[in-house]
């Protein structure tokens, strides 16, 4: 069955200081994985999504086939990245769009 | 450009009574609908999708049901709530992408 993980429920580091939240995925086939955030009192929404391979805030998520893994990282936190982040994988076209989460992490920046 | 609106934004619901929550979505046609439920240290979790009027498909055998009357409108119901109903519930829409775009969301509290 597919299957997202986020081993880490809670991330806490201080301004300045590299991160990198785990993801791990279970799919036999060729996902699409990304990642989605809410920040405190706002909607969740879109942060990134492998197939753009682009940066965001500052953050970049490499999908590894091999280690069935899409790591979020960023060399330098700032507080604003306190949030909750969330994993995510579809399954792609002619599967209506469905996501699957992951269980979240929580990103704390302390300053 | 696109909207989602949900409510209410909160909920305070006896056991056994009855609860109907509404999505509407602004500025698209025929999107695919999700509803999810966001639990306490247990991630989002897809309850129903639909890719079109009268169309709901179930992720989780439970006691809520979705319905669809119209293209734009997403609605989440239950006869009788139990305690184990409480939670933050996400209604989402994507379009012909696989972006999912997600509403401010509904706090339950089952009492």
């Known amino acids: 069955a597919q299957r997202v993980t986020q081993p880490e429920k809670l991330l806490s580091v201080f301004k300045g200081a590299p991160v990198e939240l785990k993801c791990n995925y279970s799919?036999?086939?060729?996902?699409?994985l990304f990642w989605y955030v809410q920040y405190s009192r706002q909607r969740l929404q879109l942060l990134l999504r492998h197939i753009s391979r682009e940066s965001i805030k500052g953050f970049t998520a490499d999908l590894n086939k091999g280690e069935t893994s899409f790591h979020l990282k960023k060399p330098f936190a700032q507080e604003e990245d306190s949030a909750m982040y969330y994993c995510?994988?579809?399954?792609?076209?002619?599967?209506?769009?469905?996501?699957?989460f992951g269980q979240g992490t929580t990103l704390q920046v302390k300053p | 450009s696109q909207t989602i609106h949900q409510w209410p934004a909160t909920l305070v619901q006896p056991v056994g009574s009855p609860l109907s929550l509404e999505c509407t979505v602004e500025g698209t046609s025929n999107p695919n609908l999700y509803w999810y439920r966001q639990a306490a240290g247990r991630g989002l979790q897809l309850l129903f999708y639909s890719v079109g009027i009268g169309q709901i498909s179930s992720e989780v055998p439970q006691n809520l049901s979705a319905s669809r009357p119209q293209d734009r409108q997403f609605i989440l119901s239950s006869k009788k709530l139990l305690l184990s109903d409480s939670g933050f519930y996400l209604c989402?829409?994507?379009?012909?992408?696989?972006?999912?775009?997600f509403g401010p969301g509904t706090r339950l509290t089952v009492l």
């Open positions: 799919y036999s086939g060729s996902p699409e």
């Open positions: 989402a829409w994507s379009g012909a992408g696989d972006t999912q775009y």
């Open positions: 995510a994988l579809t399954l792609g076209s002619g599967n209506t769009g469905k996501l699957i």
